[in-house]
């Protein structure tokens, strides 16, 4: 199923349990959350370290299930009780072994590391060699590669090619 075009790890895990009752855990964000609060696993979730450790733990959990029936309880769970915000924990039945709510981590798990947002720069260079000598320049504060030496330059907003006058 995972092989078809537009499934996915979790529709695969979904289709498989609930129709076939194969014993695949289901890793959306609601079980995440769940997972990650219940048993305290501070690794983001969205890590190729965390990703793994996730995987283990639901698979392991899953295991001796009824496999439909555990992912959509776990995913409801999640859904209902253990909400992203104000989570129901005064009276959510497995409060007693809650990691997350022992050690008052319900509002920090789970951890999500941030997108780091890529900004395409363009610098065209200029090589000016005499005598034996290059000559650079000192970068300025406020900008990347502060107070470093490179060589003067002329930043674009696109890529040039080979007709720019620039060059
Ligand atoms: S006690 Fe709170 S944080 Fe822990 S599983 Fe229940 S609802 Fe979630």
């Known amino acids: 199923m995972i092989k078809l075009k537009g499934i996915g790890e979790y529709t695969a895990a979904a289709i498989s349990s609930f129709s076939n009752n194969e014993a695949k855990a289901v890793l959306d964000g609601n079980v995440f959350r769940v997972l990650a609060r219940y048993f305290g696993v501070e690794e983001p979730i969205n890590s190729t370290g965390g990703k793994k450790i996730f ?18 309880a776990i995913m409801e769970f999640g859904a209902l009780q253990c909400k992203p915000k104000s989570p129901a924990c005064q009276v959510c039945p497995v409060q007693l072994g809650c990691y997350a709510l022992k050690h008052s981590k319900v509002d920090v798990l789970p951890v999500k590391l941030k997108k780091v947002k890529v900004k ?18 000192q970068r300025n504060p406020g900008d990347i590669w502060q107070q ?6 002329i930043e674009t907003a696109e890529k040039p090619n080979a007709d720019d006058p620039i060059l």
Do not use: H, M, V
């Not at 009824?66 to 959509?72: D, R, T």
């Not at 200029?126 to 320049?137: P, Q, R």
């Open 120 to 137: 395409e720069r363009w610098f065209n260079y200029f090589i000016g060699i005499k005598d034996g000598y290059i000559l650079t320049k």
């Open 55 to 72: 995987t283990t733990l639901a698979q392991s959990l899953i295991e001796n299930q009824q496999p439909s029936l555990y992912n959509q």
């Open 148 to 153: 470093l030496f490179d060589f003067p330059l």
